[in-house]
């Protein structure tokens, strides 16, 4: 079954399904109709074997007196005979007809056949029970056995003495109405498994035709990497919302695709700047030294400077490139930080990065969970966006309390426009483009922030600049 495929699987299941529905179905009105005639013939058995209550025989009809003289004198036979004798098999409303003396002995009736006597019989005629039904077999004047529906009924003689008489049909009557109703059952059964399985072979297709089109989109996308192809996604059933889930599947891909291409342009777009900065120098100092020529001395001192700045600058956009492409499902590392050692670390690199600044801490003790390198990147690009934006001879506050760092320069600003892209990977404000910075050191703070439980955000500063805020849950003391 697993080499069919899904049409063909759902039409067999489809076809075995109703073929069980069926059988169970022709089972269950083969055995009502059984019953149903056996019930008939048992009622007829009892009109045939009803005997007339005890009593004189003034209060009898002459059918029952002579029907009682009769089985009298069938008994009286049998009485004085050692064996019994077979009588015909006549047509007429009674089939077979025998009386059983009260020592179980059957006592045949004149052409009236002779059947099998047994202990249900024999009970009966010794008084233990009023009725006996069961199958049987009686035997006709040829000698041949036939399959017969027995009913004994006690009686008691003119002359009190107990007996039974038992009566008997054909079972043929029975057995043959069912073999023909078996047949017709058989035969509306298999025309109905087939008919199922043509029905099923077209609702399956019916049904899988929206499979058939995803398939189809599936082997587009695969051939030509087309992820703007959407299938049709109508209804609210389990096929529309397979539709809608592929659709949303192959919006994120494409999305994916999307920034994966704005990341590439935007580093490409990043690194030229400082690459051309750095071959241009390079340039100048090897065609002096080619010509024979000298550079003045502090210009040599400039070029090598400005070409160490632009390497710097590419050490930094390389590192905070690599930041960005670890996965955000990776789980970095956890452990238990010192938030105000690494605030203070910082804090050392910002004053070392601008000399000309004053730069203020006030920081108290707080302890978070996350990566210790991550965190200390992410606090260090808060406080060099703070040094490079801020004028010189200002100044820079870095506070700490409560598990909420704050940054606050005196610089221009960000206008309010800009702030909803400030975290953006390689957004730069229009006032910043001039400056050095790769334009993904916010980026970085959000993630590592969101990664450690926090929540981070830049505000304008009264009387201008700029206030960050980082938010990080933790306690005062290790372990909180």
Request: net charge negative; hydrophobic share 45%.
């Amino acid at each position: 079954m697993r080499r069919l495929s899904l049409r063909g699987r759902l039409s067999l299941l489809t076809a075995v399904a109703v073929a069980v529905a069926v059988a169970a179905c022709a089972t269950a009105s083969w055995f009502m109709v059984r019953d149903q005639l056996y019930k008939e013939l048992d009622r007829r058995l009892a009109a045939m074997a009803s005997m007339p209550e005890p009593g004189p025989p003034g209060g009898r009809g002459p059918r029952d007196s002579r029907r009682l003289d009769d089985l009298a004198r069938a008994l009286a036979r049998c009485e004085a005979a050692a064996t019994t004798t077979a009588g015909q098999w006549p047509p007429g409303p009674f089939e077979v007809m025998q009386v059983v003396n009260a020592q179980g002995r059957p006592c045949t009736v004149p052409n009236a056949g002779s059947l099998t006597v047994t202990a249900e019989d024999a009970r009966v005629a010794r008084g233990e029970r009023d009725f006996a039904v069961h199958d049987g077999t009686g035997v006709t004047a040829d000698g041949e056995r036939v399959d017969v529906r027995v009913r004994t009924q006690a009686f008691v003689t003119p002359g009190g003495e107990r007996a039974a008489v038992s009566v008997a049909l054909d079972l043929d009557q029975v057995e043959g109405p069912l073999n023909d109703l078996a047949l017709a059952l058989a035969a509306f059964a298999a025309l109905g498994v087939l008919a199922a399985a043509g029905t099923g072979l077209m609702v399956a297709r019916a049904s899988l035709r929206p499979v058939d089109e995803l398939t189809a989109v599936t082997e587009h996308i695969a051939r030509t990497e087309d992820l703007g192809i959407r299938i049709p996604a109508e209804g609210a059933d389990e096929i529309a919302r397979l539709s809608r889930s592929f659709n949303t599947m192959t919006a994120a891909l494409a999305a994916s695709r999307d920034h994966q291409q704005q990341l590439i342009a935007d580093a490409g777009h990043e690194l030229r700047t400082p690459l051309t900065s750095l071959r241009t120098n390079i340039d100048l100092l090897l065609r002096a030294e080619a010509t024979g020529r000298d550079l003045p001395a502090e210009t040599r001192h400039r070029l090598l400077v400005s070409v160490k700045a632009q390497m710097r600058e590419l050490s930094s956009l390389v590192g905070d490139l690599l930041e960005l492409a670890r996965p955000e499902e990776a789980e970095p590392a956890r452990e238990t930080v010192a938030l105000h050692d690494v605030a203070a670390r910082a804090v050392e690199r910002a004053r070392l990065r601008g000399p000309g600044l004053a730069i203020e801490a006030d920081i108290e003790p707080w302890y978070v969970t996350g990566d210790p390198a991550s965190l200390e990147r992410a606090v260090v690009n808060l406080l060099d966006n703070a040094v490079k934006f801020s004028p010189p001879g200002g100044a820079v506050r870095v506070r700490l309390a409560g598990g909420e760092l704050t940054v606050r320069d005196h610089g221009p600003g960000i206008p309010g426009e800009d702030l909803p892209h400030v975290f953006e990977r390689f957004w730069r404000s229009p006032s910043a483009r001039s400056l050095p910075g790769s334009g993904l050191g916010l980026s970085i703070v959000a993630r590592v922030v969101t990664e450690a439980g926090g929540e981070v955000r830049l505000d304008p500063a009264p009387g201008g600049g700029t206030l960050a805020r980082v938010r990080l849950p933790g306690g005062a003391e290790r372990g909180d």
